[in-house]
């Protein structure tokens, strides 16, 4: 296998009802909100983040998806809201890691979405102390650290 074929991205590791459930449960996950201005994890540019950095995801999310579709007896974008909702239900219970992997990626992508980090206040940018910036050769945050006792260990 080359390494054209190794990076192929998750548009090609996903087929289309997968990434139709995807968004369904991505949508079910977590709705959009008007009160708190914040999109949907089924919004298009969190989807696509989700798809541009499945990487070595994309197995457990094709499992989780194709036990949902399994569940569902066919893609669970084609059920109505109430037999979706009866879907999901199962597949909490009897979809272990799987599950979890599913879950961690729609939630990761959407935490870090823009929109989503200012609805909760949060800037743009890696939060340092003392107003946001660390000062060029300022040692003095790593004195708590170089007051503890040394932590050499011997190599085995």
């Not at 995801?57 to 084609?78: C, K, S, Y």
């Not at 107003?131 to 011997?154: C, F, I, N």
Request: net charge negative; proline share 6%; hydrophobic share 45%.
């Amino acid at each position: 296998m080359n390494v054209v074929e190794k990076t192929a991205t998750a548009e090609n590791e996903l087929a289309p009802a997968q990434r139709d459930d995807l968004r369904v449960v991505a949508a079910m996950m977590i709705p959009a909100s008007t009160e708190y201005k914040v999109p949907g994890a089924d919004d298009q540019l969190i989807q696509a983040d989700i798809l541009a950095t499945l990487g070595r995801d994309a197995m457990g999310v094709r499992e989780a998806l194709d036990h949902i579709a399994g569940l569902a007896g066919g893609p669970l974008a084609a059920l109505d809201a109430v037999k979706r909702e009866a879907v999901i239900t199962e597949f909490r219970a009897t979809g272990g890691v799987a599950a979890a992997t599913l879950s961690r990626v729609i939630l990761q992508c959407y935490d870090r979405d823009d929109r989503v980090l200012r609805s909760l206040g949060l800037e743009l940018r890696p939060p340092f102390p003392n107003g946001h910036t660390l000062e060029q050769g300022d040692w003095a945050l790593l004195d708590p650290v170089k007051m503890r006792p040394s932590m050499w260990r011997r190599a085995p």
